[in-house]
């Protein structure tokens, strides 16, 4: 590993998860930042950065800081969806690595199942780019990543069956995470014969609707080898977005992460052949087979063979998603954070059964938005 | 059906609107760059200039992607399944519509369709053209 200690991630921790009324999103960071914090050694008053996004605030950031009694040095509250916490690992590198501060703290919840938040659309005048996509009864966020599965059928030939074999692997991983929502195990039929949502994809191509939240510590180079857990060094960090709205996208079938991953590599002196452990944003499979693609685990149009045959299930060659990712462990609403925390615990070696014998170095993509943004992590333990 | 979703348009898309409810699509070409610009800007995204001017699409395309809607959003409910698609014009821009006079199950990527301005609220939806 080629990288400077810079910063390592020292504590990563889950709130409660799936429903989780009468909690608040706030309340569910808060105990989380609590128990990441505690896992670090560290407590509020040694937080010296705050970054969150989303949640049911106005500024996430600010939100999370007065809840927690934190006057940070260094807040950003960039949302760029889903993939936003991950972008936020980067950001607390480079400020630690310019000496803007020591302790940065990642937060996020939501209750979006207890509150029944979800919806697939907006009823109502259509404002600025909405003006030209919200007006066609496009279910969002599902319909424009149904958009790009049909564009990667038809120039690859990617059948529902490859899209199934990621679902079905991914719960395979879930049945030995505990806190996971979903653990019965499912088929490749199953999945097939789901009703559909919007086609070519199925109820089981989508992630889950639950409650939850978590919190991630990343502390300077110093105080990761003072900490009493290994420390998770960051390798490796990259962001990009293409678009905002589907119809803008320059190439349906590429997403971000192919700047953003190159960027993270590069950074990290390594290649995609390095990595022991993938934790990829999973909203829908076809998420799924696009970054696989765009982080360079296999050729353009070769993302259906790679998944085939249960390869990214337990005992395959391509550990992925070792949590049950967004299709079967939890997702509330957006869902970065949760690759950083389980990398994290693969790093450590404290996966359990769904440890990855011998993981060394861990990579977590973030997606946001329609396809529209992505951001890479390369991490490594000693 | 209850309340559709509807376009607010705004000064710079004005003149798209006003088009589809002639009857007629058009969209921007930069008279910089020569290049179609879609959707409407203040700015030309490919050489900076300001200089947009509007013309009279031909309201010929092709079918880039789509999807079967089967799980629609609220006021969209009593209309499935219906398809959804992303239509590359022939001056080379890309667009959202809803694809009418066809069965979901005939649509394939690289169907020629044309514009069918239509509905209320009156947008450019598309069907399939000859060719």
Redesign the interface.
């Known amino acids: 590993m080629t990288n400077d200690r810079v910063a390592a991630i020292a504590g990563v921790a889950e709130s409660d998860l799936g429903e989780v009324a009468p909690k608040t999103a706030m309340q569910l960071q808060a105990e989380a930042a609590r128990e990441a914090l505690a896992e670090a050694g560290l407590g509020f008053a040694d937080v010296d950065a705050v970054l969150s996004a989303g949640g049911d605030t106005f500024a996430a950031s600010m939100a999370i800081a007065e809840y927690l009694g934190i006057t940070p040095r260094y807040t950003d509250s960039t949302n760029i969806g889903g993939s936003s916490f991950v972008a936020h690992a980067g950001h607390a590198y480079r400020a630690i690595q310019t000496g803007l501060c020591d302790v940065a703290l990642i937060t996020y919840g939501s209750t979006q199942r207890s509150a029944a938040s979800r919806?697939?659309?907006?009823?109502?005048?259509?404002?600025?780019?909405a003006?030209?996509?919200?007006?066609?009864?496009?279910?969002?966020p599902?319909?424009p990543y149904?958009?790009?599965?049909?564009?990667h059928m038809?120039e690859y030939g990617t059948t529902g069956e490859q899209l199934a074999e990621v679902a079905v692997a991914t719960r395979k991983w879930a049945t030995l995470n505990p806190k996971a929502f979903m653990r019965d195990p499912i088929t490749i039929e199953d999945v097939l014969e789901s009703?559909?949502?919007?086609?070519?994809?199925h109820l089981l191509d989508c992630c889950l609707v639950t409650d939850g939240g978590g919190a991630v510590v990343i502390v300077s180079g110093e105080r990761a080898r003072d900490a009493s857990l290994p420390p998770v060094w960051i390798l490796g960090h990259g962001e990009s977005h293409t678009h905002l709205?589907?119809?803008?996208m320059p190439d349906?079938t590429t997403t971000p992460a192919v700047h953003s991953g190159a960027a993270a590599f590069a950074m990290a002196g390594l290649t995609p052949a390095d990595v022991d452990v993938v934790e990829l944003y999973d909203s829908f499979t076809i998420t799924v087979l696009l970054t696989l693609e765009a982080l360079g685990f296999c050729g353009r149009g070769e993302s259906g063979a790679f998944v085939s045959g249960q390869r990214t299930a337990p005992g395959g060659d391509f550990p992925m998603n070792t949590n049950g990712g967004g299709l079967s462990y939890c997702h509330p609403g957006m869902y970065g954070i949760f690759t950083l925390i389980e990398a994290t615990r693969q790093l450590r070696g404290e996966s359990g059964p769904r440890q990855v014998e011998g993981a060394r170095v861990a990579l977590a993509n973030g997606t946001g938005g329609v396809l529209s943004s992505a951001a890479t992590l390369v991490l490594g333990r000693d | 059906m209850t309340e559709r979703a509807f376009p607010v348009p705004d000064a710079v898309t004005q003149p798209f609107w006003d088009g589809v409810s002639e009857g007629v699509l058009r969209i921007q070409r930069c008279r910089e760059c020569d290049r179609h610009v879609f959707y409407p800007r203040a700015v030309c995204p490919f050489c900076m200039t300001s200089d947009l001017e509007w013309v009279e699409a031909s309201g010929a395309g092709r079918v880039h992607s789509f999807t079967i809607v089967h799980r629609a959003p609220p006021d969209y409910r009593d209309e499935v399944p219906y398809v959804v698609a992303l239509v590359d014009l022939d001056e080379g821009v890309r667009m959202m519509t809803r694809l009418v006079d066809v069965e979901p199950s005939a649509v394939v990527a690289g169907m020629a369709v044309e514009a069918a301005i239509q509905g209320e609220p009156r947008l450019p939806y598309f069907r399939p053209r000859s060719g």
């Open positions: 919806t697939l659309g907006r009823a109502g005048g259509m404002r600025g780019t003006q030209f996509e919200g007006v066609w009864g496009l279910p969002a599902v319909g149904a958009l790009a599965a049909t564009r038809h009703r559909w949502i919007s086609e070519p994809l709205g589907i119809s803008s349906l």
